[in-house]
């Protein structure tokens, strides 16, 4: 069930562009999976009037906490970038569908790009405690884009690319030589749109069954307006409460 | 606490969700208890589907929003055969906001309307500003408005509600001519057009450029045009346009509407509707109003 929730900002770690907001609520929280997405309400920000959808990094069920990895792309989420340590931050959760969660045995491998390394946090997690241990493959313009990257290691085999060359192989994931080395049942992805283009293209050319999340522009996240609708074998559905996860299959890439 | 709004509408209290913000009740059902309000308005519907406008659709703005959905709906038949067994046992009045192309379209659609049980009204969506052939051209003039309604209204025995566009030079004659052809109602305002640019990219932000502007920032607008509306007809007159809390409801009231609707507002908080229900209570009980209804015009 959906819920409408205060929560306070216990913690806040600063990435420069990115901030890791952890955050608790008084309330229990609901069932979440894996790549489902929150609604955030920016609050002071006079140009923000609509909430942000922001994906789940990570749920720590026993103390009732969220934690939100925020890319400061704008005026809402530079001022939510900007709270600071016990202001309430009030979020709708959980919205939308989340990642299928693969059978036991099956080879997984998640993407993510830039930003979109964060639902895969917290999907390696639970495919841990599912007892799959997938394989990560990273990618950022550089560095310092690859966040939290000693955590996803522990998480499963991990491989990263920067365009600079500055860690891991130099490149886009799709260049990486892991897809020669090693074969995959289920592929995941959520990064920038021309980057999952390309994943899934390559996912489709090896016959690998592929999941990409989209983070179309949105107003409600309910499904009600009909704002981020994606094009897809069955006409125009809404993202946030059809996806953000989609087998590509379904879309008209 | 009960609001008549003629011909069988009966609303518990005042508010309504407005359509093509609340879908069909089910999304928000989590957040409302529905039995709570006075009636939803379920999305726009035309009597054949329609896919909508392409990506993207919306464009955030100071306190508001611009949309160009273009009424994506999948037509009246499904509605019926698909919605409607789910829906129809809601515990608050469920309506319809029904659209057109043409003449023929809104007949016909009213006509498969008019035989549900429990659909009470039909919202006449005579003022979509995005699509081409949206039912605005229909009301923006006296002479569409009068055409639409008195066909519509040969056909639908129901409360027959017609929302009024905003981009009008004088939105009091179009209600009148409504009023004339025959409804029950009129409820207003539907979107304000508007445009919104990204000066990065030289591009417009909306796939169709333009798209209909709602949200906060148009209260002020809506306001006026119901205070004007509700001075020229007899009909009762629902106010909606930038309604985010209670206090903005009773505005709406003083200036002369009988019952409101709540829009864009649901997107920023899902259980604003309920919250702005009780409020009216309390402002009721506050200014020792005895019911909701005194609240109608009650402007010193």
Known sequence: MKQIADFKLIAKQDYGRSVLLRLRSKRPLPDIMPGQFVQVRVDGSPSTYLRRPISIHDVEFEQNEITLLVQQVGEGTRHLAAAEEGDTINMVLPLGNGFSLPEKGERCLLVGGGIGIAPLYYFAKVLNAKGVRPTLLLGGKTDTDLLRLADYQKLGETFVTTEDGSRGEKGFVTMHSVWQKQSFDKIYVCGPKPMMKAVAKLAAEKNVWCEVSLENLMACGLGACLCCVEDTVDGHVCVCKEGPVFNTRRLKW | ?300
Not at chain 2, 100 to 128: F, H, Q, R, T
Request: overall charge negative; some cysteine; glycine content about 10%.
């Open chain 2, 1 to 300: 606490m009960t609001i008549d709004l003629g011909r069988g509408l009966v609303l518990r209290n005042p508010v309504m969700t407005a359509s093509g913000t609340f879908g069909y009740g089910e999304e928000y059902t989590d957040f409302v208890d529905l039995a709570q309000l006075g009636g939803i308005i379920v999305k726009g519907t035309t009597l054949n589907p329609r896919e909508g406008n392409p990506y993207p659709r919306m464009a955030e703005t100071p306190s508001g929003m611009l949309n160009c959905v273009g009424l994506q709906n999948k037509g009246v038949q499904y509605f019926i055969d698909t919605i409607y067994p789910r829906i129809k046992d809601f515990d608050t009045n469920v309506l319809l906001n029904l659209s057109g192309s043409c003449l023929d379209d809104y007949v016909k659609g009213a006509e498969m309307v008019d035989a549900l049980e429990k659909i009470p009204a039909i919202e006449l969506n005579v003022s979509c500003p995005n699509v081409k052939q949206g039912g605005m051209a229909f009301g923006v003039t006296t002479t569409g408005i009068s055409q639409v309604v008195s066909e519509v209204r040969k056909v639908y025995h129901k409360h027959l509600m017609v929302k009024l566009s905003p981009n009008v030079t004088n939105i009091a004659e179009i209600a009148l001519a409504a009023e004339a052809a025959g409804a029950d109602s009129v409820s207003l305002i539907n979107t304000l057009m508007g445009m919104a640019i990204d000066a990065e990219k030289r591009k417009p932000k909306l796939s169709v450029i333009t798209g209909g502007l709602s949200g906060a920032c148009v209260k002020p607008v809506a306001l006026r045009m119901v205070w004007q509306v509700a001075k020229a007809v007899k009909i009762p007159v629902v106010g909606l346009g930038g309604i985010s809390n209670a206090t903005d409801a009773v505005e709406f009231m003083l200036a002369g509407a009988s019952a409101i609707e709540i829009g864009t507002a649901n997107f920023i908080d899902p259980a604003v509707s309920a919250k702005v229900a009780w409020g009216i209570n309390e402002y009721c009980e506050r200014h020792g109003f005895a019911n909701a209804a005194e609240l109608t015009g009650a402007l010193l």
